[in-house]
C-alpha cells in the first residue's frame, strides 16, 4: 500500500473514532439529564428508599461514563489534528476527499 493511501485510510479511522466518541459523550450527557429529572422526581415523589438509591448509582455511572468518554474524546481529536498537521505536508493530499471529512470533523468535535 502506498503511502498516500496509508494517510487516507488512517484519516479515514481517526476521524470515525473521533466522531463516535463525540456522539457517544453527547449521549451520555443525555443520560444525565436524565437520569437527573428521574432522581428529582423520586426525591420529590418520596419513593422507597431503594428507586432513590439506584438512581443516585444510575446518576453516578453516567458521571463517571462522561468523565471516561471526555478523556478518550480529547486523546482522539489531539491524535487526530496531529496527524492531520502531518497529511497535510504531503502535497499529493492537498484535496483529498479524506482530509477534508477529517478537518469537517475536527471543527465539529472541537467546538
Same mark, same amino acid.
Given at each position: @500500500?502506498?503511502?498516500? *493511501?496509508?494517510?487516507? /485510510?488512517? &484519516?479515514?479511522? =481517526? !476521524?470515525?473514532?473521533?466522531? /463516535? ?9 443525555? %443520560? ?13 415523589? #418520596? +419513593? %422507597?428508599?431503594? #428507586? ?5 448509582? @444510575? ?5 463517571? @461514563?462522561? =468523565?471516561?468518554? !471526555? ?8 491524535? &487526530? ?5 502531518? *497529511? /497535510?505536508?504531503?502535497? #499529493?493530499?492537498? $484535496? *483529498?476527499?479524506? &482530509?477534508?471529512? +477529517? $478537518?469537517?470533523?475536527?471543527? &465539529?468535535?472541537? +467546538?
Amino acid at each position: @500500500m502506498s503511502e498516500v *493511501a496509508t494517510i487516507r /485510510r488512517q &484519516l479515514k479511522i =481517526k !476521524s470515525g473514532v473521533a466522531s /463516535r466518541l463525540y456522539k457517544e459523550h453527547q449521549t451520555y450527557q443525555k %443520560e444525565e439529564e436524565l437520569q437527573q429529572i428521574k432522581l428529582d422526581k423520586f426525591i420529590a415523589d #418520596d +419513593a %422507597e428508599a431503594w #428507586d432513590i438509591k439506584n438512581a443516585r448509582l @444510575m446518576l453516578e455511572e453516567c458521571k463517571k @461514563m462522561i =468523565k471516561d468518554t !471526555s478523556n478518550r474524546l480529547g486523546t482522539a481529536v489531539q491524535d &487526530l489534528r496531529e496527524f492531520l498537521v502531518a *497529511a /497535510r505536508q504531503n502535497p #499529493d493530499l492537498s $484535496e *483529498a476527499e479524506e &482530509l477534508l471529512k +477529517a $478537518e469537517e470533523v475536527l471543527e &465539529l468535535v472541537s +467546538a
